[in-house]
């Protein structure tokens, strides 16, 4: 059996493909989304097992997805703030007991 030489696909009617503004808004945005869960998830870890790297992360990660949010839609922007808040959170329950431990010294 011989390959078919004729293409039947027409020259005429090929659309080159573009990216849009929406698109590359789009794109943008699902990275931002991964870093407020890896942002979520540090939080967690800094907030019961109480680590420090972690909760640094956490802060970092939620501060970069809040800043560059590009959208100004209400969910992701109060994600990304209470993301950053439970960072936060998480950063005051791993230095609380230093903290503790200073104010006891100095009272005594």
């Not at 009617?13 to 573009?18: E, G, H, N, R, S």
């Amino acid at each position: 059996m011989a390959p078919n030489t004729s293409d039947p696909r027409r020259a005429d009617q090929v659309v080159p493909f573009y990216l849009t503004p929406t698109m590359k808004l789009q794109c943008s945005d699902g990275l931002m989304e991964i870093y407020n869960l890896v942002a979520m998830g540090a939080a967690s870890c800094g907030l019961l097992l109480r680590l420090r790297y972690a909760s640094w992360l956490a802060l970092f990660c939620s501060l970069q997805s809040l800043i560059n949010e590009k959208r100004v839609s209400g969910d992701s922007k109060t994600s990304a703030m209470h993301t950053s808040m439970f960072a936060l959170t998480g950063i005051i329950t791993a230095y609380l007991p230093i903290v503790m431990q200073l104010y006891q010294k100095a009272s005594s």
